[in-house]
T-cell receptor, first 117, second 113 residues
Framework: ETGVTQSPTHLIKTRGQQVTLRCSSQSGHNTVSWYQQALGQGPQFIFQYYREEENGRGNFPPRFSGLQFPNYSSELNVNALELDDSALYLC????????????????FGPGTRLLVL | AQSVTQPDIHITVSEGASLELRCNYSYGATPYLFWYVQSPGQGLQLLLKYFSGDTLVQGIKGFEAEFKRSQSSFNLRKPSVHWSDAAEYFCAVGQTGANNLFFGTGTRLTVIP
């Protein structure tokens, strides 16, 4: 069974640029969530994708966007990078949440560390 | 609104000593509770979870946690710490009908010989 993988592992960008991060979900999982973990903080929910559509979003501006593909892999795109976007970006996969149920267990990838200069 | 508090930013224990990491949550209904561990430069690994039922939950690597509704707590424990347990530990809470987790700010564990 393949776990969650993310690429690249590290990335350096300059302010104003755009970045795309990639995530492959764990085998059998069809839901992908993205989190931002700033230095010294806990992860913060950005958004989740299910059936190729955004299925919940945290308190992040529209310049954070995503995609999910038919094979359940996902991309996180960030436009107009700001210095505060420097963080570890974590992808987590899970099976779909049933209606009226609690969250399914999320399994995390190793993350992509983004540095914005 | 949900929130998670991990009051201890940094804990140092001797190898072989017992460990308890504190977690308090704020949520009106029955929460879904998780403990994750993060080694330096790594992603998060699930240690254990509580959804319902027995309030004492066993996890991997010899960890356990106890859900106490009256105290809104979900503390993580281990009877004897190993040097390899040194890492950052995160408590997280989820809720019915929501698809995301709220994380605490983490507790860094240092293990001394």
């Amino acid at each position: 069974e393949t776990g969650v993988t993310q690429s690249p592992t590290h990335l350096i960008k300059t302010r104003g640029q755009q970045v795309t991060l990639r995530c492959s979900s764990q085998s059998g999982h069809n839901t992908v969530s993205w989190y931002q973990q700033a230095l010294g903080q806990g992860p913060q929910f950005i958004f989740q994708y299910y059936r190729e559509e955004e299925n919940g979003r945290g308190n992040f501006p529209p310049r954070f966007s995503g995609l999910q593909f038919p094979n359940y892999s996902s991309e996180l795109n960030v436009n107009a990078l700001e210095l505060d976007d420097s963080a570890l970006y974590l992808c987590a996969s899970s099976v779909e949440q049933g209606a009226g149920m609690g969250p399914k267990t999320q399994y995390f990838g190793p993350g992509t560390r983004l540095l914005v200069l | 609104a949900q929130s998670v508090t991990q009051p201890d930013i940094h804990i140092t224990v001797s190898e072989g000593a017992s460990l308890e990491l504190r977690c308090n949550y704020s949520y009106g209904a029955t929460p879904y509770l998780f403990w994750y561990v993060q080694s330096p430069g790594q992603g998060l690994q699930l240690l254990l979870k509580y959804f319902s039922g027995d309030t004492l939950v066993q996890g991997i690597k010899g960890f356990e946690a106890e859900f106490k509704r009256s105290q809104s707590s979900f503390n993580l424990r281990k009877p004897s710490v190993h040097w390899s347990d040194a890492a950052e530990y995160f408590c997280a809470v989820g809720q019915t009908g929501a698809n995301n987790l709220f994380f605490g700010t983490g507790t860094r564990l240092t293990v001394i010989p």
